[in-house]
Every structure is written in C-alpha cells, then in structure tokens.
C-alpha cells in the first residue's frame, strides 16, 4: 500500500498492478481505473463488475457486454425486480419474471391483455384488447359507395360515427375502377383521399384498368386505425 503518484494513493498487487487506487485531488475512487471520472470508477473491461451475492449456480449483480448492460440474477428461478425502499422494506413497481413476463405492481395480468398507460398521476396497469378496440359502437358494417352526377370527380361521401367511449376506428377501402374506353387497353388515375374530422389522413393513388378484355377491376386499401376520442366524428371520402 502506497502512493502511486502525485495524486493517486492505493493498492498493488496482483496481475492488475495497481487494481485500487483512490484519487486524492477529486476524492474519486478507481477499481482498474486509475484516472476515475465518477466517485467510484471500473476498469474499461467487459464482463461481471459487481457482485451482490455470489450465489450456488450464478452470482446477483451487475456486469456490461458488448453494447448493452447487464442486471442479473443468481438462478433461473429468480426475478429481477425494480421498486423502492421504504425504512428497510422494499416496495415491488416492475419485475421480470423468470419466463420473461412482466409483473407491474406484482401483476402480470392475463392471457390477451395489454398494458397500458394510466397518464402521469398513476401507475400503468392491464386492461382487456376490448377495453382498447372498441367494437360494435360506429355501426359501420356495410359498403358505402361514392356516388356523383359526373364521371370525374365523384362528389365526397360523407359518413358520421357517434362514439360513446373513446374508441380505435378501423377502415378498409375497396375502389372499383371502370374501362372508360371503346376499343383497345386504357389507363385511369385515381386519387383517393380520406377525411377524418376535415383534416386529410390518407391518400391513395389507383390505376385504372389496363387490359383490352377487363371491364372493371377492384382495389382495396387498408387498414387505417383512427383513435378517436368520444362524441361524434364526420369521415369523408373524396375521389378524383
């Protein structure tokens, strides 16, 4: 035991040499590290860095691979838990179970939940797909076709929901395109927009119909998910 230099005093021995040395100018303490940037500071090494408890099978504790760190437990049985103390007890927020689940206050919810955000003032929990995919309020079940009294372009069509709860929205689109020509193939463009609340979503272009011996061809589109909160919603359709 001595001083290394003329900041440095600590310990020597061992194939690391000066494996612990304590910086007197910064008060920083270095394990392998001789100019500590931090009050305790590791070697720049990959592996096991601190162990907790050195257990019969594997050790609890710290260690860094390649791009990534690493917080582990002693046996395959074990969780690794996250939460706080108070006076001495410790208080479970999120764990991972040893299967890989994950226990939010000591729930790992149930077979099709989903987690969720309960916003800042709360803790996340689980809820049920339904309690997220609303269904069966917007009672969009049938087609409902873009009509005008010109070839080009169709009027917009219009369609209104009510949602009672805060809902996920989800639409597909079929257009139907027509050969607008006597003889030979011919080529259309469409351009298919999609309003929700007046703001544009989404545009779609369609090709028209090529080929000499096709009459109509279809396209369809989709999904597009709208979360849309309560009350009533105008989608429109537009097609040019």
């Known amino acids: 035991m001595g001083t290394q230099n003329n900041q440095n005093i600590g310990f020597y021995g061992g194939a690391a040499g000066w494996g612990f040395t304590y910086n007197a100018l910064n008060s920083r303490v270095g394990i392998g590290n001789e100019n500590p940037n931090a009050p305790l500071a590791f070697a720049p090494s990959l592996g096991k860095k601190i162990t907790l408890y ?30 706080y103390d108070a006076a001495g007890t410790f208080n479970e927020r999120f764990a991972v179970k040893p299967n890989g689940a994950l226990a939010v206050n000591g729930n790992t ?25 609303k269904t069966g309020f917007s009672g969009i079940t049938n087609d409902l076709a873009l009509t005008g009294t010109n070839s080009y372009p169709l009027n917009a069509s219009a369609y209104t929901i009510v949602l009672p709860v805060p809902s996920r929205v989800i639409l597909y689109y079929k257009i139907r395109t027509f050969k607008n020509c006597l003889l030979g193939p011919c080529n259309t463009k469409w351009s298919f927009t999609v309003y929700i609340n007046s703001t544009a979503d989404d545009d779609y272009y369609v090709d028209g119909v090529t080929f000499p011996s096709s009459y109509y061809t279809n396209h369809t589109f989709g999904p597009d998910y709208f979360d849309l909160p309560a009350g009533t919603h105008n989608i429109t359709f537009l097609c040019n």
């Open 54 to 83: 050195p257990g019969a099978t594997g050790d609890v504790g710290f260690g860094v691979a390649g791009n990534r760190l690493q917080i582990y437990s002693d046996n395959p049985n074990a969780d690794v838990a996250i939460g």
């Open 109 to 133: 919810g149930n077979y099709g939940e989903l987690l969720i955000s309960n916003g800042s003032g709360s803790s996340a929990g689980w809820v049920s797909a339904g309690a997220v995919i």
